[in-house]
């Protein structure tokens, strides 16, 4: 059985806070997360910018106004990152630097920990766990920003694993990507990082992509259904495509353990 089937049905019954996992060496294997839809139920920034709108009735209505535009270009891979940078501005105009960035993304955690520990996929953590239990270099390389899914990793005490995120920055009197951790960028960043060889690499997004094809043993989880048929064109015979609790989403079912 390889590595990534292994850690798929490895489960850990210590509490995470007094969990104490051994420092991976240089050389171990690097374990690559995403995160939304992966080690989260859902779009992580998504629902902060949409808390962000939310608290401005004038930046709501702006967002309404060009939606016409910017939500067909957010619907396709091509333009998506232009139509998320579209929607980012409007939510984020006023904010002139990355420190009141980083607060109100503090503070969209401290007010929606129910709803955040909800999302966060209990079978995922498990694998994050096995993964680290085991002395793997895990990372987590997400579209998110950093900051963001560090404060969502810290309520399951993983606050420690490298996030590689988004790089955001002031940008016309607001926050704008300096550049988008996505696509062939994200393996760009990894390798940057240290990251070059990658053992296992777990996504459920057809923008990873480079990402899963550059990994020994890619792993696809809660894909798109429409995406299924294409991750086992393009990937390795036998790639498991499996689904970690994510009911609108598919894959084979991977039952928690009790």
């Not at 806070?17 to 690097?30: K, M």
């Not at 899914?149 to 005490?157: G, P």
């Amino acid at each position: 059985m390889n590595r990534a089937k292994r850690c798929v049905s490895y489960s850990s019954r210590m509490s995470e806070a007094t969990q104490n996992f051994p420092t991976p060496r240089d050389e171990a294997p690097v374990v690559v997360f995403d995160f939304d839809h992966t080690l989260y139920d859902g779009d992580s920034f998504g629902h902060v910018l949409g808390w962000l709108l939310k608290r401005n009735p004038l930046r709501f209505l702006v967002a309404l106004l060009a939606t016409p535009l910017l939500g067909p270009m957010v619907a396709f891979l091509p333009t998506r990152r232009r139509g998320i940078t579209g929607y980012v501005w409007i939510g984020t105009f006023g904010l002139h630097g990355r420190r009141s960035f980083d607060a109100m993304i503090d503070l969209y955690v401290a007010t929606h920990q129910a709803e955040i520990r909800q999302r966060l996929l209990p079978i995922a953590l498990d694998v994050l766990r096995g993964h680290r239990a085991s002395g793997d270099r895990v990372v987590i390389a997400t579209g998110a920003p950093p900051e963001l899914a560090r404060a969502i990793l810290a309520f399951v005490t993983h606050q420690d694993v490298p996030v590689i995120g988004t790089a955001v920055g002031p940008r016309f009197g607001a926050m704008g990507a300096r550049r988008h951790c996505h696509n062939e960028e994200k393996v760009r960043m990894l390798q940057e990082r240290g990251y070059g060889e990658i053992a296992v690499a777990y996504s459920d997004s057809s923008a990873d992509l480079p990402l899963l094809k550059a990994a020994r043993a890619p792993v696809v989880v809660n894909p798109k259904a429409k995406r299924v048929a294409m991750f086992r064109s393009v990937l390795p015979p036998g790639t498991p495509i499996l689904n970690w609790g994510c009911k609108d989403r598919a894959g084979d079912p991977v039952a928690a353990t009790p």
